[in-house]
């Protein structure tokens, strides 16, 4: 199991908005920023925001995140069908190793 | 425009070794540290090491610690790993980033290290 924690699958519909969680605990999260990546099937991870909330050029800005404590979240409106992706959140931890969550399949119905 | 580009992988005997090479460009590489991230079949992503920009410092994830090794050589804009002791459950598509000091900014394809008797 990964350190932090993300749910195996979401789901929504067209121009929805979905969530996607992520949970830590203090001494990684709780203390670091996280960051948030896409993975298409076949595809290198990209980044989507780091810093907890902040989007890199080119990033639209249906994708949006952000942290509370120990917990994490990416937020994605006007889902689109080209959204299908696995997404994954990162920190480091204490020991400054870096720790990725074990992903989340989204599903656009 | 910035480039990672992976080589090394293949298919390796249990307890062998093998070095994967990340050959970068489009950027000044001495000015950042550099990830190798890893990711089994059909599973998640899962961090390997870091190096400093200078190679003073590396870390390593718990289930490589000893027998994976990160290293860089600035003159030629590469980082390397150095893998002994291979296992099956070391078989994954191996990726280099660059470090933006808690977060990956730019990634490589892949190379894909297959441990298979």
């Known amino acids: 199991q990964s350190v932090l924690t993300q749910p195996p699958s979401v789901s929504a519909a067209p121009g929805q908005k979905v969530t996607i969680s992520c949970s830590g605990s203090?001494?990684?999260?709780?203390?670091?920023?996280v960051s948030w990546y896409r993975q298409f099937p076949g595809a290198a991870p990209e980044v989507l925001i780091y810093?907890?909330?902040k989007r890199p050029s080119g990033i639209p800005d249906r994708f949006s995140g952000s942290k509370s404590g120990t917990s994490a979240t990416l937020g994605i409106t006007g889902l689109q069908t080209g959204d299908e992706a696995d997404y994954y959140c990162?920190?480091?931890?204490?020991?400054?190793?870096?720790?990725f969550g074990g992903g989340t399949k989204l599903t656009v119905l | 425009q910035v480039q990672l580009v992976e080589s090394g992988g293949g298919v390796v005997q249990p307890g062998r070794s093998l070095r994967l090479s990340c050959v970068a460009s489009?950027?000044?590489?001495?000015?950042?540290?550099m990830h190798w991230v890893r990711q089994a079949p059909g599973k998640g992503l899962e961090w390997v090491a870091v190096?400093?920009?200078?190679?003073?410092?590396?870390y390593y994830a718990d289930s490589v610690k000893g027998r994976f090794t990160i290293s860089r050589d600035n003159s030629k804009s590469t980082i390397y790993l150095h893998m002994n002791s291979l296992r099956a459950e070391d078989t994954a598509v191996y990726y280099c980033?660059?470090?933006?000091?808690?977060?990956?900014?730019?990634w490589g394809q892949g190379t894909l290290v297959t441990v298979s008797s």
């Open positions: 980033a660059r470090d933006r000091s808690r977060w990956t900014d730019w």
């Open positions: 990162g920190t480091w931890d204490s020991s400054l190793i870096v720790l």
């Open positions: 810093d907890n909330d």
């Open positions: 489009g950027f000044t590489f001495r000015n950042f540290g």
């Open positions: 190096i400093y920009y200078d190679g003073s410092n590396s």
């Open positions: 203090s001494s990684n999260m709780g203390n670091n920023f």
